[in-house]
């Protein structure tokens, strides 16, 4: 699989508004922001902060009221070949009459790729998720958390070089949630994925973040850029000891706090 | 599964209706009444007729018509329920024509049909088909809006292309809806298949027993509506293999919802709409005529 870009992708002036008039609701206010390429950005906010709405403008799955997002010099007015989408809700996203390979596979036919190549991506997809011999059951036969891996794999599979994340890990047990985000950093660190990942849990942003885009306010706006100095290796419980990501926590919560966007 | 547990499968199923079937036997057996012969006299004239009479024939004329007839509604009802159901303005705009068909008892038509054209097998099939195609249609247009929003959004994120989305993710979503839909035209398919024939015909199954009934031949009255029942259930036993068949996937799914906690499987009822509740299902089934809400909006507007 070659996950590879040499684009950033920006974020220009971006707002969202929806409905018109009196009743209109401004969502996202003027949200630039830049994801080099092979980094992994966290988008973290509380509840209702439009987090999704950004993060499907990123995906050229919604238009912007104003502002425009690019990857390199092309648009994203549209989705594109170059981004891959994996939905929080695996249930809705998974088809449950096709089985976990063609799950996978199926975006493909869509690219014009031929059926031999087709299989042998999905194989090489759910090997690196750890299903390798999941491909022939279907979605609902597995566990939430292998089913939120089926989804990351359709997005390997696609060969997109960009992973946008939507709260992916927000419907497994906590446990899972650990393995399912230490999978991730090591698919990233394998491939070199572009990922960006939206969140609300703060451990989780900073925790799996090169940067953690801190949003919030009302309507939404970036609040703060973070570095987060940790290093490539992170672990569940080394890297959460740290007193670095204990400050880096303590700081975006912080953030979050003082900027309530309801 | 061994032989053993289908026998007793088999035998928990059918032992009640091998006893009415016993008491009727029994008990017509020595009737003098005109009106209700001996079983065992109905048996032997079904008998009679499959083997040196025109049986075969009659079932086959009624056969081929509703076959026809289911097929090809089948067919349009769901291209037509797909594209009403993705598209809002022509829903709109079609709503109250819809409403109307819907309303109208279409056994009303059988005079005007085959007053028009004819007594032959076409206008039959015709009428069946054209009995058929509402609940299918309304039940597709119905689970076409009921699809999970998701379902479009993974589809735009991977660029599928439009018609692989109908095809693929569309069809097989909608699919548990439109074969709801199947079921009840199923059921009145064959009352007019049987209603169109008794009308006025040449052949048939319904045909045979009205001529017979003409006759005064009372035991081929019986047998004819014995076959006809025979029939119906033949038909819906096979649908059922085919949607258990089609619809594997989906009741594997529903099985595993309801298996969890009910508070956690109602949570995400309401969280995810188009995994479908049977229950639900087939209170709606029942409702057909409340359930697009949209018309009867217009119908109200229209009043």
């Given amino acids: 699989m070659s996950n590879h870009t040499s684009d950033t992708l920006y974020v220009e002036g971006l707002s969202k508004t929806y409905g018109e008039g009196s009743t209109a609701h401004e969502v996202l206010s003027d949200v630039s922001l830049e994801v080099h390429p092979q980094e992994l950005v966290s988008l973290v906010g509380p509840s209702g902060a439009g987090k999704t709405t950004l993060l499907r403008c990123l995906s050229g799955l919604l238009e912007p009221t104003s502002g425009r997002v690019r990857l390199g010099d092309r648009p994203v007015s549209k989705p594109i070949e170059d981004i891959a989408v994996v939905f929080q809700d695996y249930r809705g996203s998974l088809m449950p009459w096709m ?37 022939n059951k279907y979605p609902w036969q597995l566990s ?20 946008l994340m939507d709260e992916p890990f927000g419907s497994v047990d906590a446990q899972t949630r650990f393995d399912l985000e230490d999978l991730t950093l090591r698919l990233r660190r394998e491939l070199g994925i572009t990922i ?4 609300h849990d703060i451990d989780e942003a900073v925790y799996m973040a090169d940067r953690v885009v801190v949003l919030g306010g009302r ?31 303590s700081h975006v919560l912080n953030q979050v706090r003082h900027n309530p966007a309801i | ?66 076959t026809i007839g289911f097929v090809v509604a089948g067919i349009a009802g769901i291209l037509f329920g797909i594209v ?12 109250p024509l819809l409403d109307f068909m819907r309303s109208m008892p279409q056994i009303a038509l059988v005079p005007v049909v085959i007053m028009a054209f004819g007594i032959g097998p076409e206008p039959k099939a015709f009428l069946i088909g054209f009995i058929c195609f509402w609940p299918i249609l309304l039940n597709t247009i119905d689970g076409v809006r009921g699809l999970n929003p998701q379902l479009l959004e993974v589809a735009k994120a991977y660029r599928i292309p439009y018609p692989v989305y109908l095809m693929r993710m569309v069809l ?22 049987v209603v169109s024939e008794m009308y006025s015909s040449t052949r048939g199954i319904g045909f045979y027993i009205l001529q017979s009934q003409e006759s005064y031949r009372i035991t081929d009255v019986w047998a004819g509506t014995i076959v006809i029942g025979l029939l119906g259930y ?24 309801l298996r969890k906690r009910p508070a956690r499987a109602a949570a995400e009822t309401a969280a995810a709409p188009p995994v479908r509740n049977p229950a639900s299902e087939h209170a709606k089934a029942r409702l057909t005529a409340d359930k697009d809400s949209e018309v009867v909006v217009a119908t109200r507007k229209g009043v």
């Fill in chain 1, 99 to 135: 089985r976990v390979a063609e799950n996978v596979t199926f975006p493909l036919q869509g690219k014009g790729v031929a059926k031999a190549e087709r299989d042998h991506r999905a194989q090489e997809a759910l090997e690196a998720v750890g299903l390798g011999d999941a491909g």
């Fill in chain 1, 144 to 163: 939430g958390g292998m089913q939120q891996r089926v989804a990351i794999a359709r997005g390997l599979a696609y060969e997109a070089p960009i992973l």
């Fill in chain 1, 196 to 199: 960006v990942l939206v969140t």
């Fill in chain 1, 219 to 249: 309507p939404t706006r970036v609040l703060e850029t973070i570095d987060v100095g940790l290093g490539d290796d992170r672990d569940q419980i080394g890297t959460k000891e740290n007193h670095l990501f204990a400050e880096l926590r």
């Fill in chain 2, 1 to 66: 599964m061994n032989i053993q547990k289908i026998l007793l499968g088999a035998g928990k199923m059918l032992w009640l209706p091998a006893l009415v079937i016993a008491a009727w036997w029994v008990l017509s057996g020595t009737s003098e009444n005109f009106y209700f012969p001996p079983l065992s006299k109905i048996f032997e004239k079904i008998i009679f007729q499959a083997t040196e009479g025109a049986l075969w024939e009659n079932i086959l004329f009624s056969m081929i018509n509703f």
């Fill in chain 2, 84 to 95: 009403l159901g993705s598209l809002r303005r022509i829903r709109v705009a079609v709503s």
């Fill in chain 2, 172 to 193: 097989p979503a909608t699919l548990p809806a439109i074969m709801t839909g199947m079921r009840i035209a199923i059921g009145l398919g064959v009352v007019m298949m």
């Fill in chain 2, 234 to 257: 033949l038909i819906s036993v096979g649908f059922v293999a085919v949607e258990r068949y089609l619809l594997a996937w989906y009741y594997q799914v529903e099985r595993r919802r």
